[in-house]
C-alpha cells in the first residue's frame, strides 16, 4: 500500500486557504459567519473528508440573528489517507472546501454530485 504524502498541518492549512481563495468574489462576499477549521479527523466518522454544520444561507430567517457561526471543518488525516501525491492533496482539499461551503448555499450532496463536486 502506498505511504500518504506527507503535508504537514500549517501546509495542509495553507491549501485551505488557497482553495477558500478559488471561490469567486461575488460568492465568498456572500459569505457571512462561518468559521473554517481544520482537524485532524472526524470522531464518529473517520473517513469523512469534510462536514458543514449550521444553517444553510437559503432557510436563515429572523430567528437566525445572534446564532454562533457555522463551521466547516476539513479532515485533514483523512484526506492524506486517499491521496497518493501531493497534487491530489490540493486537488482534494479544493473539491472538499468547495463542497461544503456549498452546503453553506444550500446545495445539497446530490446537485453537488450532478455538478463534478461530489
Given amino acids: ?3 500518504p504524502p506527507r503535508v504537514s498541518p500549517e ?5 485551505v486557504g488557497d482553495a ?9 462576499n456572500a459569505i457571512d459567519n462561518v468559521v473554517v477549521l481544520v482537524e485532524a479527523r472526524n470522531a ?3 473517513s469523512l473528508l469534510g462536514l458543514y454544520h449550521g ?3 437559503t ?3 429572523s430567528f437566525y440573528a445572534g446564532s454562533l457561526p457555522d463551521t466547516v471543518t476539513i479532515y485533514r488525516e483523512a484526506i492524506l489517507d486517499i491521496c497518493s501525491t501531493d ?7 479544493a473539491i472538499t472546501v468547495i463542497h461544503e461551503i456549498a ?16
Wanted: glycine share 6%; net charge negative; no cysteine.
Fill in 20 to 28: 477558500l481563495d478559488l471561490i469567486p468574489p461575488e460568492l465568498s
Fill in 55 to 57: 444553517i444553510a444561507l
Fill in 87 to 93: 497534487d491530489e492533496v490540493v486537488e482534494e482539499v
Fill in 1 to 3: 500500500m502506498t505511504e
Fill in 44 to 46: 464518529e466518522e473517520p
Fill in 59 to 61: 432557510e436563515r430567517d
Fill in 103 to 118: 452546503h453553506y448555499f444550500g446545495i445539497d450532496d446530490d446537485r453537488l454530485h450532478e455538478l463534478g463536486w461530489g
Fill in 11 to 15: 501546509r495542509f492549512e495553507e491549501l
